[in-house]
């Protein structure tokens, strides 16, 4: 492998990102961190990463799903796999209100999604998917 | 409201009259075809009378020119038949058609009938009485004054034969009955007298023929026009029934409005109909709903009451209605209605319980469309068009509520689960040994604190299942209540936290408090919220004041007022929301539920109160709440 996969985490949570960046940076990975949507896609707008950890609700509720559908919609940005983690329970996301069901409704912008905590076993496997899809 | 002159609609009126003369045109057509039916028995008729004449005594009957009458008889009305059937088809001209071949059907069978009575005795001849047929058909089938017409024919005839007799410019034929001579010309004044009463039998049968039938006509074109105000009435009704049905099954305000417009712009034959909802404060009037009108017209646009002297009129209970919009000076949008040719308007208010929400309208080309019928129709109408806005509306608003306490739960959900997920993460980080190894003993415990997290975030998940399937409303026990006790209270609670912190606490509670209904535990919850983020948002040497007064129609004020960081101009709208915190506030305190406003909008809420805000960042910010106080003179303010 040449240059270490480039990973950026976009979540509110300092200490999930810190945990996951320990994890990451052992494996090798360089990672980038970014604590709101505003933020994460200045990010984005400096160098293109190989795979985005996105959080849903930020500073709104559904702040996570809107970057992931900005990044769909922009050229430059479409290809980008983002590995979507939450702390809503699952079945609460896929059971719920009319405005959550809309967002699903729109074409699923994300490449996989996890509630959260994620075991650090469980992330390393799902980044290694990511970055082999996206080779292949 | 102008007097309205009956509906007057050009179109309208040439399509009524080309519809009743394709009825009348088809039923003429239809008597036409069953006169030439009945002449088919007139031949045989003829050929039997002569066979039967002859053994009854009648001598020197001329059988040979009567059967050549009745020859004669069967050939015209082969043709007739022939013609009337050639020509079916019921275009508007054919009435003329058919009424000419009427008329010749007549005049061939009169000059039959005078040959025959000619040849059968003149004036004495008994077929005489068979000239009165014709009178009474005349009627039935032309114009009903035709038949005095027929009437004057035959009594021409007549006179014309007996003068022809008696002066012997024509050779009489007398009836011949075993051997005795009935001959006219012997009993002139006898054949004057007959000819005197068979001339009046003919008038008086015309006339009373004439009269009859044009009556039957009249009721006949009555029943027409009433069976058609019938089918206009079964329309309306129909449309009535369609909206009464949205009542209870169309739940969406826009699809109910979308429909009830369509389908009255469809009854009531008009250009557009439009719906206009009054908002909130009673000042503007929206176009929420427009069938048939132009959409850029009124779209969007949004009428101020205050502005319009007729829609004022309109919001004040009175319906209007105007024939001719060019006089129309009271409009606000007039040039749009010009613009769209519209000559007639009609407005009825929307009424719900006796309250006015809104405009119903209709829009119409022609000019003085709309009859004192039609407005009450619409009034009618409007009646049920409001009651399903108002439906649909409470429906939608359900429908909100319960969106919100769905987003309720999962930002409950995500805020319970978030620290836990957070701890679990670090956790595996240091079991994980990312963080260099560790004894048995500080990998076993770490376990254990991992497995009670773990069981800590499936109670949350169970907890928050069992509320939901238990969302109840708490019940609160209204009694009044004295807040002296409550204040003093909050003042001993509050008073050294904020002289640790180096702030002014004041509490002022004024001498006619009115008594208010409610639970004194929620309001004390709400104060205490309140004064509590007053104190943590106010830096050392500021102030916090708490003021409870009488408030203006017959409220209790509470104001609490601080010279804290104040709240940030748009986190002013999610103030009141679960778990929401204002950026200043976090950076100031990094811990807070975001629960504490929003359970003091609850309680102002329960208690039919209200609170607004004014803040300044960096200024302060004042609370002021108002809750209704004791009906009727009540127990005295309290303290």
Redesign the interface.
Known sequence: MGNPADILIIDD?R??V???R??LE?NNYQVRAAYNGKEGYAELEKKVPDVVILDV?MST?TEGFDLAYKLQRDPDFKRIPILML????QK?AEE?????QHILGEGWPVTLFFE?????EKLLSAIEEILRDKKG | MTPIPPEINDQELRDAIEERKRIISGELKERTHWFIRLRWFVPGGILLGSAVAVPLGFEGLPIGILLLTAAAILVYNLIFFFIGRKKTGDGIGQRGYIRSLTRWQFGLDYVAILVLIHFTGGMASPLVFFLIFHIIFASILLPSRSSYGFATLVVAGMVANCIAEYAGWITPHPLVFRGQTLNSADLPVHTAVMLGFFVASVYITAFFTSSIMGMLRKRISNLVDLSEAVRRLNEKMSALYAVTQAIGSVKKLDRVLKMVTSELCRVMEVLGISVKLLSADGKFLHYVAADGLVADVFKSKVVEVAKSPLNRQVVEGKPYVTGRVTHGEMFQFGEDLAAADIQSVLFVPLFVEEKVIGILGAYCKYQERFTPDEVDFFRQAAGLVAVAIENARAYEAIEKLMEERTWFMMRVAHNLRSPLAAVISMLDVVRGGYQGALNETQSEYLRRVDRRIRTMLAMINELLALAKSREEKRKISFTPLDLSVTTGRIERTFQDEALQKGLKFEMIVSEDLPSIPGDADMIEQALENLVSNAIKYTRGGGQVRVELSKGPKNTLQVQVSDTGIGIPQKARQNLFQEFFRAENAKAMEEHGTGLGLALVKEVVDQHGGRIIVESEEGLGTLFVIHFPAMRGAGEPGSR
């Open positions: 949570d200490d999930i810190d945990t996951m320990i994890i052992s609700m509720d939450t702390s809503f329970p609460m719920g209100p009319e405005k959550f959260k905590p994620i075991q650090p």
